[in-house]
């Protein structure tokens, strides 16, 4: 005759489960403070905005911002035998503005160029705009060589529109 086996009731299995129940609300806690994500809205198929829809603070430490148009077409920028024209005029065209404001040699700290154009254009436009930024950047480092920048579509029109925020 076999030896017969004698289960022992031991601790091993009560705390098999022990862990088992640790461990499910440790996963029940994390998922209770995991960040949630906004329900994501569907994009409009409306026309784009041409500006930002909301109206930022001023940067800390400069003032209120200094807006301007400049009457040149964002194209000509683009345009092999017009850019460098285009790009003096503007140039002359801001330095003027910023004399005339008392702004020269005044070291900018951010800058938003809008370039105008049609809907269709709008790719177009911020590559005018950020064409002018690099010129400002290179052209004039004094005044806007360590700005940062952005480059936005100005809407309808055919023209450049700039925000300049000064150091206080």
């Known amino acids: 005759m076999m030896p017969r086996r004698v289960r022992r009731r031991g601790s091993a299995v009560p705390a098999g489960w022990l862990a088992a129940d640790v461990v499910l609300v440790l996963v029940l806690v994390a998922l209770a403070n995991w960040p949630v994500r906004p329900a994501s809205t569907p994009a409009s198929a409306a026309t784009p905005s041409a500006v930002p829809s909301s109206v930022a603070p001023v940067p800390p430490g400069m003032g ?89 579509w100005g809407g309808r029109g055919d023209d450049l529109s700039f925000k300049i925020f000064f150091y206080n």
């Not at 024209?85 to 809008?114: H, P, W």
């Not at 370039?115 to 005018?128: F, L, N, R, Y």
């Open 64 to 152: 209120p911002p200094v807006e301007f148009r400049v009457d040149v077409t964002p194209a000509s920028l683009r345009s092999r035998s017009q850019a460098a024209s285009a790009r003096g005029d503007v140039l002359t065209k801001v330095r003027a503005e910023l004399a005339g404001r008392g702004l020269t040699g005044k070291q900018a700290g951010f800058v938003e160029v809008f370039a105008s154009g049609s809907k269709d254009e709008i790719d177009a436009c911020v590559q005018s705009a950020e064409i002018v930024l690099e010129a400002l950047r290179s052209e004039e480092p004094a005044t806007f060589g360590r700005a940062a920048g952005d480059a936005y």
